[in-house]
């Protein structure tokens, strides 16, 4: 009786010890995860400061939504952002991406078009692709319009925050692209800058793990 009951309490604290060992692997592995992303939020937010100074054959401006005829106030940071570019001699071209949103209407690039030709831009210098609605398909189309147009040098346009997980796709792609962040953004104000950088952290490290569903 003594040892089985010796034994009994052996096997008690050899479960002890197995759960407490699996506990701290849990905690270390929670621990790695949580600086992981703390690192990965830090390198988003230092990127959105990365604005080229180099000149390029044509401004890709990734597609935001389109609201009727009118670009989003979001999309329209980044055209205006490209007009600037165009004006100052820094491209040649501008690519506008983007295609019909979930509520149907014009593609954000026919709208995005429209809106360059108004603000000075010559149509023959403004290309578009209207078949994407997800970053990944507006860098994988953007390439394909480069190619047809011997666009070789491109700055990529977007929100600042938007700009590391951009740059990281279009390089995917194969894209000669470098970052030209929106000298103001719409996604201010606290709550919906958190939100946004903590989406980009999240959607890029699925990226870089190769999940499929951060192609977004």
């Not at 096997?11 to 995860?33: D, H, N």
């Not at 000149?55 to 205006?80: C, M, Q, T, Y």
Request: contains cysteine; hydrophobic residues 40%; positive net charge.
């Amino acid at each position: 009786m003594i040892v089985l009951g010796v034994m009994k309490g052996m096997r008690k604290g050899i479960k002890r010890m197995k759960r407490w060992r699996w506990f701290r692997i849990l905690c270390t592995l929670t621990l790695l995860a949580s600086v992981g992303f703390g690192v990965l939020l830090g390198d988003i937010y230092l990127f959105a400061k990365n604005r080229s100074a180099s000149n390029a054959d044509a401004a890709i401006v990734l597609g935001a939504a389109a609201w009727g005829p009118k670009p989003s106030p979001v999309f329209r940071e980044r055209l205006n952002e490209a007009v600037k570019l165009y004006q100052d001699g820094r491209i040649k071209s501008v690519v506008v991406t983007g295609g019909v949103g979930r509520l149907g209407g014009p593609s954000e690039s026919s709208v995005g078009k429209d809106y360059l030709k108004d603000r000075g831009i010559p149509a023959k210098k403004i290309f578009t692709e209207e078949g994407s609605r997800t970053t990944w398909e507006n860098l994988v189309n953007a390439k394909k319009v480069c190619k047809q147009h011997d666009i070789n040098s491109t700055l990529i346009v977007s929100d600042p925050l938007h700009m590391r997980r951009a740059i990281a796709m279009a390089h995917g792609v194969g894209l000669d692209a470098k970052s030209y962040p929106t000298s103001t953004s719409l996604y201010t104000g606290g709550k919906k800058t958190v939100q946004f950088w903590l989406r980009e952290a999240w959607y890029l490290a699925g990226y870089w793990l190769s999940f499929r569903w951060t192609r977004a």
